[in-house]
């Protein structure tokens, strides 16, 4: 299947801070999702990117779509401790399929 | 969007054993998914069910493991058969709906199974 690939693989950051990360594949994807897991919870959907060189916000959160297609950054900006969880991308390649991303680990430390 | 709730939420289950997870689904969709995640691991896709058709395993992923129901267009269920250890994961499903001309998937809580 399609790989992802997210970096950075963990973050520490303190609370406060914007937080940046990236996630790329070799393959174009039509559709991009930034989703956001907390333990033991499923996934939850942040923000949806639709067109190359899109950038869309959701609060203190902001996703762009890469020009190339094949990669896509999300930003949180002025972190607290809530924002602590898993974050993973998500591309549509074709049909229906969505290929999930190694995800990015988010420790804020007040 | 869609509300999903799964049952059980969790579950330890004894290998050789079997374990049917439960997907409802407060509106009806056409497209649902069932992916699994291993400890500290990402997403993968077991299979997609759609109603009324069988359900369309990924590679690696084998009916008689995995038999999967979509009676209707609100519910699913996904069976674990002969289970090892192996199969400790998280399961969940998950729905498509469209949105602004492309399609979104929404997560269930997650059914976390741990096999002794």
């Known amino acids: 299947g399609q790989q992802l690939n997210q970096s950075p693989q963990s973050m520490f950051i303190q609370e406060g801070e914007d937080v940046s990360m990236n996630c790329t594949s070799s393959?174009?994807?039509?559709?991009w999702l930034w989703y956001k897991q907390d333990p033991g919870e499923g996934p939850v959907l942040l923000i949806a990117l639709y067109k190359a060189g899109e950038l869309t916000s959701n609060g203190r959160l902001t996703a762009q779509f890469g020009i190339t297609r094949k990669d896509s950054f999300l930003n949180i900006s002025a972190s607290i401790p809530s924002d602590v969880g898993i974050y993973f991308c998500?591309?549509?390649?074709?049909?229906?399929?969505?290929?999930f991303g190694t995800g990015t680990s988010l420790t804020v430390i007040p | 969007s869609a509300v999903i709730s799964q049952k059980p939420s969790r579950d330890i289950c004894q290998r050789g054993t079997s374990l049917t997870i439960q997907c409802q689904v407060d509106?009806?969709?056409?497209?649902m998914f069932w992916y699994r995640q291993q400890p500290g691991q990402s997403l993968t896709l077991i299979a997609t069910?759609?109603?009324?058709?069988?359900?369309?395993?990924e590679s690696g992923f084998v009916i008689d493991k995995f038999p999967i129901s979509r009676p209707n267009l609100t519910f699913s269920t996904l069976t674990v058969s002969n289970m090892s250890p192996e199969d400790s994961s998280i399961y969940l499903c998950s729905v498509e709906d469209p949105g602004q001309g492309a399609y979104e998937q929404y997560f269930g809580p997650g059914t976390r199974l741990t096999v002794t």
């Open positions: 069910a759609n109603q009324g058709s069988e359900a369309t395993y």
């Open positions: 393959s174009i994807f039509n559709t």
């Open positions: 509106s009806q969709v056409t497209m």
């Open positions: 998500a591309g549509l390649h074709f049909g229906n399929q969505f290929y």
